[in-house]
């Protein structure tokens, strides 16, 4: 149990459908956030929350929409996306943002778009 | 354009031997490197770390090294055991927004 726990582990879903990511930490961290890892390519950072405050990244399309109810949780809502979003989707959380800490990743989200 | 690279995909290593992997980096901000450890569906875990004010951490059969002017970080394992086969990311911090991440050096260890 790493204490970061994604669900689902496996999404397959249609370029239609809206679908939610969903990341739950219970180590009092309060940073968390989205990375995306496509085949041969880095894990390239998304979205950064700190104290549930949003740090816009401009370079991810808007149909990927995050949301930080309280900060231990962490939803990535999807829609209409393509073929080419398909990846692994890793949630972390540190203990605050930018600080020498190590992140702790959840296992992640396999995502498959039809 | 990368700014952590790990240039090899792979590397394969006899067990009890070091195995050596490489991380180069472009962006002279960078004040903070970390390695990850990651096995298929799991998420990366912490491996070890080292601040750009030191040139060398050692933490049991893990040690990285850091070389400032050649912007070069290195990880020894040694000696390499069959559980250490997994992927390697090497990442870089360099300001308040998250780490940047390499490609990864999947390790194998060879009986």
């Known amino acids: 149990e790493t204490g970061v726990t994604q669900t689902p582990r496996h999404l397959v879903m249609g370029m239609t459908n809206k679908k939610s990511l969903k990341c739950e930490q219970h180590?009092?961290?309060?940073?968390m956030y989205w990375y995306k890892q496509s085949a041969k390519k880095p894990l390239e950072l998304m979205f950064v929350y700190s104290l549930e405050e949003r740090v816009e990244n401009n370079s991810v399309p808007s149909r990927f929409s995050p949301e930080c109810p309280n900060s231990s949780h962490l939803f990535l809502h999807l829609h209409t996306l393509q073929p080419e979003d398909s990846a692994l989707y890793l949630c972390?959380?540190?203990?605050?943002?930018?600080?020498?800490?190590?992140?702790?990743f959840g296992s992640g989200t396999r995502l498959t778009v039809v | 354009d990368q700014q952590v690279k790990q240039n090899s995909p792979s590397l394969s290593v006899q067990e009890g031997r070091i195995s050596i992997l490489n991380c180069d980096y472009t962006?002279?901000?960078?004040?903070?490197f970390l390695w990850y450890k990651k096995y298929p569906a799991e998420g990366p875990t912490f491996l070890i770390s080292i601040s750009s004010i030191k040139d060398k951490n050692e933490d049991g059969r893990f040690t990285v090294f850091l070389n400032k002017s050649a912007k070069h970080l290195s990880l020894h394992i040694v000696p390499s055991q069959p559980g250490d086969s997994a992927v390697y990311f090497c990442a870089a911090r360099g300001g308040a927004d998250g780490l940047t991440f390499g490609k990864g050096t999947h390790l194998i260890i060879q009986p």
């Open positions: 962006n002279s901000m960078f004040d903070y």
């Open positions: 180590l009092g961290h309060n940073a």
């Open positions: 972390a959380s540190s203990q605050e943002r930018g600080l020498d800490y190590g992140y702790t």
